[in-house]
T-cell receptor
Framework: GENVEQHPSTLSVQEGDSAVIKCTYS??????FPWYKQELGKGPQLIID?????GEKKDQRIAVTLNKTAKHFSLHITETQPEDSAVYFC????????????FGTGTRLTIIP | GAVVSQHPSRVICKSGTSVKIECRSL??????MFWYRQFPKQSLMLMAT?????????EQGVEKDKFLINHASLTLSTLTVTSAHPEDSSFYIC?????????????FGPGTRLTVT
């Protein structure tokens, strides 16, 4: 089955700087890669996703890049703010349908004011 | 984005009793919902996949008789923890797959904190 590795497990960034979180996946058939943000005591929130037919997607301060050949994808957050502090999870899925997501182990991001 | 609700948000029950958790998709119809369990500082562990009108598919190691899942409508799935024990205490989260536009993006509920005493 699919295996998703996520690094780093913790990341501290000065406010205003950029943060990058990286994930690798094992199943070459995976073609959907979402990123979720989870605040303490809450459910994960979908913040951005990318499909295998594109290499990059951007939404304001958040961007995701995908390298299908190397089987890795990354989350980029620019101009970080204190409210970006949370746990971020990457995930991978095989098809556009209702198949289950395989999650990474999470990255605890702390923005230092 | 699409909204998924869960009820209750917190529940405390005595050992041996059963607890039902509801998951609703508020602004879309979800043919598939997923139930996860999350331990502190860990990732989400998929328990089962719930399809409307059919039996749930449980992940390996998850007791189907202990964690009863019902997906009676396109907007509601329920998870019942039967004969709960302290080791069942956890954060339970559901998600619903939004089929609009063929995207099948998964949206999560806010979670239910279960404490078994």
């Amino acid at each position: 089955g699919e295996n998703v590795e996520q690094h780093p497990s913790t990341l501290s960034v000065q406010e205003g700087d950029s943060a990058v979180i990286k994930c690798t996946y094992s199943d070459s058939a995976s073609n959907y890669f979402p990123w979720y943000k989870q605040e303490l005591g809450k459910g994960p929130q979908l913040i951005i996703d990318i499909r295998s037919n594109v290499g990059e997607k951007k939404d304001q301060r958040i961007a995701v890049t995908l390298n299908k050949t190397a089987k890795h994808f990354s989350l980029h957050i620019t101009e970080t703010q204190p409210e970006d502090s949370a746990v971020y999870f990457c995930a991978a899925r095989r098809s556009f349908g209702n198949e289950k997501l395989t999650f990474g182990t999470g990255t605890r991001l702390t923005i230092i004011p | 984005g699409a909204v998924v609700s869960q009820h209750p948000s917190r529940v405390i029950c005595k050992s041996g009793t059963s607890v039902k958790i509801e998951c609703r998709s508020l602004d879309f119809q979800a043919t598939t919902m997923f139930w996860y369990r999350q331990f502190p500082k860990q990732s989400l562990m998929l328990m089962a996949t719930s399809n409307e009108g059919s039996k749930a598919t449980y992940e390996q190691g998850v007791e189907k008789d202990k964690f009863l899942i019902n997906h009676a409508s396109l907007t509601l799935s329920t998870l019942t923890v039967t004969s709960a024990h302290p080791e069942d205490s956890s954060f339970y989260i559901c998600s619903a797959s939004n089929p609009q536009g063929g995207s099948y993006e998964q949206y999560f509920g806010p979670g239910t904190r279960l404490t078994v005493t």
